[in-house]
């Protein structure tokens, strides 16, 4: 039914209470491919002026073994539920990255956290899962956190 599964995930374990439905949906579905994405949001041009470039790229080179080690560890939970594991690290707007990646990569479902944010909180800051809701060309499962605020 689903040949590749989109879990974008932020590195917060609130993110993570998604991996167990994905892993049920994989294994139910026989899903050949499962990708873990991570979105690093860049530097802005005054953090760059303010910390120099040497030191804003080697931030952003740890930020990246940083995140590919997450994913790493994460997948390891659903490699035996799925016929495979991808693992990608962007840089850029989250929501964007996630809408691009799903239009560029043969994405036919997405599964990802709500974080279980407060109405005032998305509306003031905007939520990920929100936007890609929004815009998402293929279906998309949001799941909330245990402890999300109503």
């Given amino acids: 039914m689903y040949d ?3 879990v974008p995930l932020d590195g917060s374990k ?3 209470c998604v991996i167990d439905h994905v892993r049920i949906i994989a294994k139910a579905c026989g899903t050949p491919k499962v990708v873990l994405m991570r979105v690093l949001e860049p530097f802005s041009a005054g953090a760059i002026n303010y910390v120099g470039e040497a030191t804003a790229k ?3 080179k740890k930020a990246r073994e940083a995140a590919e080690e997450y994913l790493s560890y994460v997948g390891d939970s659903l490699r035996t539920h799925c016929g495979g594991v991808e693992n990608v ?3 850029g707007n989250p929501a964007a990255e996630i809408l691009d990646y799903i239009a560029k990569n043969g994405v ?3 599964a990802m956290s709500t974080h279980g ?3 005032l909180h998305r509306w003031a800051v905007g939520s990920v899962a929100l936007r890609v809701m929004q815009h998402s060309t293929v279906p ?3 799941v909330s956190p245990a402890r ?3």
Avoid: P, R
């Fill in 58 to 60: 080697n931030v952003q």
């Fill in 14 to 16: 609130e993110s993570e």
């Fill in 4 to 6: 590749k599964i989109l």
């Fill in 148 to 150: 999300s605020k109503h």
């Fill in 108 to 110: 036919d479902f997405v």
């Fill in 140 to 142: 998309l499962m949001t």
């Fill in 117 to 119: 944010e407060s109405a």
């Fill in 89 to 91: 690290v962007v840089e």
